[in-house]
């Protein structure tokens, strides 16, 4: 059973370039969860989503982020226009039930590099 | 607003020494607790998940302890091996949508 994927592990841009993350969950999770890590700082949460379905964007700047989970595919995080400051470590996790009281497993995660 | 703090920040042991990692969080009013390891560079791993009921949870020389109404946690590694060192990440789930996160001790076993 394999574990949560993502992919690119590792992604370069230059300033105003788009950015895609992937994230597939693990087999019969429906549930998925985006978090940033930036440089020297803890993991801080995203968005939530089920299939089809964003649940919670609390964390998620207004302008410029995007997410989605479609019916088919994997789940995308995408940055419009990046910035330096978008510099960091995108970690998906994956739940099989909602997020009260469930394991969350995570992905080795994507670093994003903006130049 | 669920603050989750961990102490300390670096941790420094010879190998074969037991030690105790400390996370405190700051509402009581959790789902569970989960601690995960991180090696530079890499993924989180989940090492234990205590539900908020539960006491302690154990998984080989890991023990986690879960005190909900002193808001805290704690994370016993007995004899420790060089390959420990990682970062533990504690996180507290809550009726938010999300874990909330520490920011770490980092841990090195020294040969």
């Known amino acids: 059973n394999a574990g949560v994927m993502q992919n690119p592990r590792h992604l370069v841009r230059r300033r105003g370039q788009e950015a895609r993350l992937r994230c597939s969950p693990m087999k019969g999770h429906s549930h998925v969860y985006w978090y940033r890590q930036l440089p020297e700082e803890g993991l801080k949460f995203m968005v939530y989503?089920?299939?089809?379905?964003?649940?919670?964007e609390s964390g998620m700047p207004k302008e410029r982020f995007s997410a989605e989970f479609p019916k088919e595919g994997p789940s995308i995080l995408r940055i419009q226009q990046v910035v330096r400051g978008d510099s960091a470590a995108y970690f998906c996790?994956?739940?099989?039930?909602?997020?009260?009281?469930?394991?969350?497993?995570f992905g080795p995660g994507t670093r994003l590099t903006v130049l | 607003k669920q603050e989750v703090t961990q102490i300390p920040a670096a941790l420094s042991v010879p190998e074969g020494e037991n030690l105790v990692l400390n996370c405190s969080f700051t509402?009581?009013?959790?789902?569970?607790l989960q601690w995960f390891r991180q090696d530079p560079g890499k993924g989180l791993t989940s090492l234990l998940l205590i539900q908020s009921s539960q006491r302690e949870q154990t998984s080989g020389r890991l023990n986690a302890s879960l005190d909900k109404s002193s808001g805290r946690s704690t994370l016993y590694i007995a004899a420790s091996q060089p390959g420990d060192s990682a970062t533990y990440l504690c996180?507290?789930?809550?009726?938010?949508?999300?874990?909330?996160f520490g920011t770490g001790t980092r841990l090195t076993v020294i040969p």
């Open positions: 996790a994956s739940s099989r039930f909602g997020p009260a009281g469930d394991e969350q497993f």
């Open positions: 989503l089920q299939k089809e379905n964003i649940i919670d």
């Open positions: 509402d009581s009013a959790i789902y569970n």
């Open positions: 996180a507290v789930g809550t009726g938010a949508n999300n874990l909330f």
